[in-house]
């Protein structure tokens, strides 16, 4: 198997996509939460029947959403967590669980489970 290369995921991860981090802090006693958004690029599947086999029941439905992402944006200073939003088509998506797919020791690219808000 050839290695796989960034600019080969590029091509396959090439939905135009917003990802909103969320930063909390404490501002008279409140916790706030302040969002940062960037542009990444990924793709988007919905959840089958057959997906629902590997996820403890009742955490996702048929419908929700699968994605699929690099392992990191802008030269590393960005990387998808549970908790994100992903901003797919004007719906926003929750970052429910994260998996890393590593080929010869390093991640190659990140799958993400993400419900409807």
């Known amino acids: 198997m050839e290695a ?3 600019a080969t995921l590029n091509k396959i991860l ?9 930063t909390r802090s404490i501002v008279d006693k409140e916790v706030v939460t302040t969002w940062t ?5 990924g793709e988007i ?6 997906d629902l ?3 403890p029941a009742g955490t996702l439905e ?3 959403i699968r994605g699929f992402f690099l392992p990191d944006y802008y030269a590393g200073t ?9 901003v797919w088509d004007s ?24 419900k409807r808000l």
Request: no cysteine.
């Open 4 to 6: 796989i290369t960034r």
């Open 14 to 22: 090439s939905k135009s996509l917003t990802l909103k981090k969320p």
């Open 37 to 41: 958004s960037s542009i990444i690029t």
């Open 45 to 50: 599947q919905q959840i089958t029947s057959s």
């Open 53 to 55: 086999l590997f996820l």
């Open 62 to 64: 048929v419908g929700d």
């Open 78 to 86: 960005i990387k998808i967590e549970e908790g994100d939003i992903i």
């Open 91 to 114: 719906e926003e998506l929750e970052i429910y669980r994260v998996l890393d797919h590593i080929y010869k020791g390093r991640v190659i690219y990140k799958e993400a489970f993400l």
